[in-house]
Nanobody, 115 residues
Framework: QVQLVESGGGLVQAGGSLRLSCAVSGSIFSIKAWAWYRQAPGKQRELVASISSGRSTNYAEPVKGRFTISRDNAKNTVYLQMNSLQPEDTAVYYC?????????WGQGTQVTVSS
């Protein structure tokens, strides 16, 4: 059974940085693509960034040039480095696979950016 545990969120001022981590249990980590998603209050969950098993990356337009997704297969962990944070980045951030290969959602980690 795959479990997802996100961490690293917090309160930061606009222009600041945070690094999120997602620990993934199970033996499938290295062969799967992973992604970070976020859900702001009153909005639908959206995909922020993804990374393939071969480490190819893709980003949503609003975060291009500011966020970097990476993975450490030895640690079964996927990261999201977030720089130049803006108030509109405020959301709960989650990691998961990419459809159709998704798992039960973790609790997420809250990111709050103050202006």
């Amino acid at each position: 059974q795959v479990q997802l545990v996100e961490s690293g969120g917090g309160l930061v001022q606009a222009g600041g940085s945070l690094r999120l981590s997602c620990a993934v249990s199970g033996s499938i980590f290295s062969i799967k693509a992973w992604a970070w998603y976020r859900q702001a209050p009153g909005k639908q969950r959206e995909l922020v960034a993804s990374i393939s098993s071969g480490r190819s990356t893709n980003y949503a337009e609003p975060v291009k040039g500011r966020f970097t997704i990476s993975r450490d297969n030895a640690k079964n962990t996927v990261y999201l480095q977030m720089n130049s944070l803006q108030p509109e980045d405020t959301a709960v951030y989650y990691c998961n696979g990419i459809r159709p290969t998704q798992f039960a959602w973790g609790q997420g980690t809250q990111v709050t950016v103050s202006s």
